[in-house]
């Protein structure tokens, strides 16, 4: 497959909307690079009594509406671009949803899977270690990403506060609920997401009821599948992937089932019922919604033609080339872009960062109710924008979140 640099896919997106709102030399300048990059190293000592060097990043991408606020993740192919992209569409996330954040990303190059928990944990306490001066409540607040999780974010808590002799629970969020995370946090980035494919689904006349498909079943693709049937009353879930293949059956597959089966056998693949397929096909299966839930540039112009879904909700951070969102657009695909479908997970990461302040916290029905106010909104303001600017949603979510954070370097006098 071609290969793609995510930045310059985002440094694209972010030209196109800024032509759109004639924006100046500087600040396209300024919005088209990160404002602060940390690159380091840190050791680990392993279980067979080695110690290796891991390269690591934190990337803290805009913060004139916020404190930077993005996830960490620990993925082998991480690089410096791939993290600079991730921190800047954080950035857009935040503003499209109108959350008081900036955007940040950090990353460390490893394969946690050949990690052992111990290991895991030395190596979530070594990189808060090189980096707890960089981050704080005020500043920049980590979250999980792909192969983190709450368990990381407390281990990373615990190393920041024994560091700093203080309580800080704010300054990570999905954290445990049991030391200061929130309700309603796990599922939030497939809820959010699942709310803009309801609110798609009312204004394009799509039957949510009808066939969807998931790529990507960790923790946002096990919960949309859940979540989908849950707040859409219905629909009928025929294909599912994981990093070790991908399945279909077209009388479609109980999700509860599914998701107990993943958790145990650690992928989706020989559910019974199934039959494999391959990933290029599963993404071009004929169903309504398209969930792409796993990692960059899986739609590109190689396989875009061949999508026949209605609604693509990106769960995912940029599974979707420029060239593909051309191609989608002109075959009249609805694609709900990442900076929107995505944003329920920082979306309660900032309710959460909001009761740790307070050392109050709410029940999980207001949680969601915050939540779903909160997408709702900014689903309507993306879709007013396509109308408007006669764009296609991405360039249209890309337009609202640049023009926020445009607007508040020039109050800040930046530019
Ligand atoms: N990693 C998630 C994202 O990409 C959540 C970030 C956060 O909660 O800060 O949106």
Redesign the pocket.
């Known amino acids: 497959m071609e290969s793609y640099n995510s930045f310059k896919v985002a440094q694209q997106q972010i030209l196109e909307a800024a032509k759109i709102l004639n924006l100046d030399e500087a600040t396209i300048e300024l919005l088209s690079w990160p404002q602060k990059e940390i690159k380091f190293t840190f050791p680990v000592k392993l279980d067979n009594g080695k110690v290796k060097i891991f390269h690591a990043y934190r990337i803290q991408y805009n913060t004139a509406r916020g404190p930077a606020?993005?996830?960490i993740r620990f993925h082998p192919d991480e690089t410096v671009d791939t993290i600079r992209a991730l921190a800047g569409w954080?950035t857009w996330?935040t503003a499209v949803v109108d959350l008081p954040l900036g955007g940040g990303k950090g990353g460390v190059v490893c394969n946690p899977k050949l990690l052992s928990e111990r290991e895991l944990e030395n190596l979530s306490r070594g990189y808060i270690r090189a980096i707890a001066q960089f981050i704080g409540v005020d500043t920049d607040?980590p979250?999980?990403?792909v192969y983190t999780n709450p368990q990381t974010m407390a281990w990373m808590m615990d190393e920041y506060e024994t560091i700093l002799h203080a309580h800080q629970p704010g300054v990570f969020?999905?954290k445990p609920q049991q030391i200061g995370g929130t309700e309603g946090r796990r599922d939030a980035?497939a809820r959010g997401g699942v709310i803009t494919v309801r609110e798609a689904c009312k204004i394009l006349d799509v039957d949510p009821a009808g066939k969807f498909a998931i790529q990507g079943f960790g923790n946002a693709g096990q919960r949309a599948a859940l979540l989908h049937h849950e707040l859409l009353g219905a629909g009928k879930l025929i294909a599912v992937s994981d990093s070790r293949g991908a399945i279909y059956n077209p009388d479609g597959f109980d999700s509860t089932e599914l998701v107990q089966y993943k958790l145990k056998t650690g992928s989706v693949l020989n559910f019974h019922g199934s039959k494999p397929i391959s990933h290029e096909s599963l993404l071009e299966l004929d169903v309504n919604i398209l969930y792409p839930a796993a990692l960059e540039n899986a739609i590109s112009s190689a396989n875009a033609n061949n999508i026949k879904a209605k609604i693509v909700c990106e769960l995912a951070?940029g599974p979707t080339t420029p060239e593909a969102d051309l191609i989608l657009s002109k075959k009249g695909i609805h694609v709900i872009p990442d900076i929107l479908a995505?944003a329920g997970?920082?979306t309660v990461?900032y309710f959460e960062m909001v009761q740790d302040k307070y050392s109050y916290f709410w029940d999980e029905d207001v949680v969601h109710k915050r939540l779903d106010q909160k997408l709702t909104k900014a689903y309507h303001r993306v879709y007013e924008a396509v109308k408007e600017k006669n764009v296609h949603p991405r360039l249209a979510a890309m337009v609202v979140g640049v023009a926020r954070v445009a607007e508040a370097c020039k109050l800040r006098g930046w530019v």
């Open positions: 606020k993005g996830g954080m996330k607040i979250a999980p990403d969020t999905d980035t951070n995505s997970g920082v990461s």
